[in-house]
């Protein structure tokens, strides 16, 4: 006991000075203070004190499995960072030393709070400082004199008003009257007045236009100058970029409406900027210009100008493409009549002065664009040109591309420029005699006028748009329509019953030239065939359809349209047109008129449509639907007849022997009231047809259908003979030489007629 109470055995007190405590994040493992090198005698006393108060051996090897050495320090070339083990002692001094440790750890606590706090104000006191500094240099910046502490200087003068407003807020905030509301916003100045210059960067929607330009009261203002101007520049290249070859009619007059005049600059260069663009519409750009030059040839003139200025550029630049398009454009104007044939002459001979691989290539494209039209008008000047390309081909310094061009277009003049034609069908527009052409020489100065594609304010602009109204109204016929509606109103002032009478007169009829809605009743009525089930759902949607008068024939056309585009012949277009040969004999009398078409030109069906349409007339004529005196528009003989009218025959009586049987067929072509019909089909007007006919049945299988045919040609020297008697008999009332003359005749005749019989016997 009395070495559980030494101070030898109490453990070491930490010191509570600043420097010893841990450091920031290591309270939890507390690092042990370095303790002086022990002496021996220190150790003795050590290993005395252990042997007394050590617990038992097992219960040591389980508190303390790593002892250290006998001397108490670690191994060499370790570093023990764990706190020096202590002794056993009582219950007491453990009690103190666990209450000594939790005041050390909550110490530790609290110095790492209060680091913690002192780092958090050291920011706070960085950044309060920045702000400071940044505040202070911008009211440096401010500050426009250096004397500061001046009362009148101005920043002093600033800092009172900021100090002023800054009360007033507070005052206002403490106040507990509500706020005034703020006055509006002063409305903006018009839009006019914003737009000095090109828009100033502002959209403007094209209703806020129109209402901008209906708002303007001074027209000759230069903002109302500007805003039309900017209107007629989107107009023009909206229109010259939608045309085409089939809206080029209707776009025409849109643009003829247009003040051209004032926008001539910008319409050449509008077509010059899509021509480049697009190369392969030149021709529809042509046609529209070619138009314009019939009624501004000053318009044509500026841009042929333009256009040859740009070819020269791009010659001495060699630019190839912007050449090329420069050259179709004067090549489709030439087309067109706008230019003369001599300046292509002109341009094919600079092309072909000093020859190269792309100015040849060049001239080639050139003379397939214009060398039809260049035939008709010059064509020694054509030929010239030509035998230019052949000494440029024989002398064979160019490439042998380029050669080879050169004979594909010797091989297009042979074919007369087959496949390059002047000017599309669809594209020719404007009367040659109508049309005002233009001369003018690569050498002589050109002014491009580019002044005309810049706004400039006009003084007379509203007398010019005056004359330019005028002017369109006299080009698209407007004013006519003025006059009846002036004329309208004045007799409706003096009289009601008049002017009743007179628009009954002037009632225009409105006749539409395009088929438009014949092209809609064709489409309806071929999808309504072409989606039903069976034919009788077929049927009565297409009777619904509200057909004018005369209008059936379309629904008969379209019917047997259908059936012949068919791979196979299908019973649905039989079972459709008999269904509507019973509703209504209209349909079965253009029926019968399109037998007659379809027969007349049956050579130029194909073989397949050519049995389709066989099928179904048999269809028709097997079921009654259609009446059998259609047939005498048949003619059954070598001369009448070619390849493709027997195929249809064949089809058409052998489709009837499987729908009839042979039995009732032939019961049918013998009924005696129909013989007129079929006497075409079985002719007995000469023995060389009836040869004909019975040959021909007998070679499609239907020989049984001429057993009469076959009893007539058998008896017919019989009928000769019997016609023959009553002649004879009349010779002889004349007198005995005229009986001597009919006996030999007739003798004769009998030999002649039994010799021809012993022969075919011979020959069967």
């Not at 059936?552 to 299908?570: D, G």
């Not at 089809?651 to 019961?667: K, V």
Request: proline share 7%; with cysteine; aromatic share 6%.
């Amino acid at each position: 006991m009395a070495a559980s109470t030494s101070p030898a055995a109490s453990p070491p007190r930490r010191s509570r000075h600043r420097n010893a405590s841990p450091r920031r994040g290591d309270h939890r493992k507390p690092r042990p203070s370095p303790s002086p090198s022990p002496s021996p005698d220190r150790h003795a006393d050590r290993r005395r004190r252990r042997s007394r108060a050590s617990p038992p051996e097992s219960d040591r090897r389980r508190r303390d499995p790593k002892p250290s050495d006998d001397d108490g320090l670690p191994k060499s070339g370790k570093v023990d960072d764990r706190p020096p083990r202590r002794a056993r002692v009582s219950d007491g001094e453990e009690e103190d030393d666990r209450r000594t440790r939790r005041s050390r750890a909550s110490g530790d606590e609290k110095e790492d709070n209060r680091r913690r706090r002192r780092v958090r104000a050291s920011y706070d006191e960085r950044d309060g400082r920045r702000s400071k500094r940044d505040r202070d240099r911008g009211r440096h910046h401010h500050r426009r004199s250096p004397s500061s502490d001046s009362g009148s200087s101005p920043d002093g003068r600033h800092s009172r008003h900021r100090r002023g407003e800054r009360l007033d807020r507070e005052e206002r905030r403490r106040s507990p009257e509500r706020k005034e509301p703020t006055p509006p916003l002063p409305p903006p100045p018009p839009l006019p007045e914003m737009i000095p210059g090109r828009t100033g960067g502002i959209y403007i929607p094209p209703f806020r236009m129109a209402q901008m330009l209906r708002d303007v009261e001074d027209k000759a203002s230069p903002e109302y100058q500007r805003l039309t101007w900017d209107a007629l520049k989107k107009s023009i290249n909206g229109l010259v970029n939608k045309v085409n070859a089939m809206n080029i009619k209707n776009l025409v007059p849109e643009l003829l409406a247009e003040n051209l005049v004032r926008g001539r600059g910008l319409f050449c260069q509008s077509c010059i900027k899509s021509q480049m663009a697009s190369p392969g519409f030149t021709d529809v750009f042509a046609a529209l210009v070619a138009v314009v030059n019939t009624k501004f040839p000053e318009i044509g003139r500026l841009l042929l100008v333009r256009v040859m200025l740009q070819l020269k550029r791009a010659y001495k630049r060699n630019d190839k493409p912007q050449l090329l398009a420069a050259t179709k454009f004067i090549a489709h104007l030439v087309n067109q009549v706008v230019v003369h044939e001599v300046v292509a002459l002109e341009l094919l001979a600079v092309l072909l002065e000093n020859p190269t691989d792309d100015s040849v290539e060049v001239a080639v494209g050139f003379v397939k664009e214009c060398g039809a039209i260049l035939q008709d008008l010059t064509p020694q000047g054509l030929h010239a040109m030509f035998e230019r390309f052949r000494g440029i081909l024989h002398e064979g310094e160019i490439d042998k591309r380029v050669q080879f061009l050169i004979e594909g277009l010797f091989a297009i003049r042979k074919a007369k420029f087959q496949g390059f034609p002047a000017i599309r069908p669809e594209l020719d527009l404007v009367e040659q005699e109508d049309q005002c052409t233009h001369d003018m020489s690569f050498q002589t100065e050109l002014d491009p006028e580019t002044n005309l594609n810049v706004f400039r304010v006009n003084p007379n602009f509203v007398e010019d748009e005056k004359a330019y109204e005028n002017l369109k109204k006299s080009i698209l016929g407007e004013d006519v329509d003025e006059d009846e509606e002036g004329s309208d109103d004045a007799s409706d002032d003096e009289d009601e019953e008049g002017s009743d009478d007179e628009d009954d007169e002037e009632q225009m009829e409105i006749r539409d030239k395009t088929e438009t809605n014949l092209i809609n009743l064709r489409r309806t009525i071929y999808l309504t065939i072409m989606s039903s089930v069976d034919f009788e759902e077929a049927g009565h949607k297409l009777l619904k359809i509200k057909l004018e008068p005369g209008q059936e024939m379309e629904l008969n056309i379209m019917l047997l349209e259908c059936c012949s585009q068919e791979r196979t012949y299908l019973r649905y277009y039989g079972l459709l047109g008999q269904r509507f040969c019973m509703i209504n004999k209209v349909f079965q009398e253009n029926f019968e008129k399109c037998f007659v078409q379809q027969y007349s030109m049956i050579h130029r069906l194909e073989t397949n449509k050519l049995r389709n349409v066989a099928k179904f007339f048999a269809h028709l004529l097997g079921t009654d639907a259609l009446p059998w005196h259609v047939l005498a528009y048949i003619r059954l003989t070598e001369e009448d007849t070619t390849s493709s009218s027997r195929i249809f025959i064949k089809i058409l009586f052998q489709e009837l022997s499987e729908h009839l049987g042979i039995r009732l067929l032939n019961e049918r072509l013998n009924d005696p009231t129909m013989q007129d019909s079929f006497e075409s089909v079985f002719p007995r007007d000469h023995p060389k047809n009836t040869r004909f006919s019975i040959n021909f049945f007998t070679s499609i299988g239907l020989g049984g259908i001429t057993e009469s045919l076959r009893e007539y040609l058998k008896n017919m020297p019989r009928l000769i003979m019997q016609q023959q008697k009553p002649a004879s008999s009349e010779s002889e009332s004349g007198g005995e030489s005229s009986d001597s003359g009919s006996s030999s005749e007739s003798e004769s005749s009998s030999d002649e007629s039994d010799k021809k019989r012993s022969k075919r016997r011979k020959r069967s």
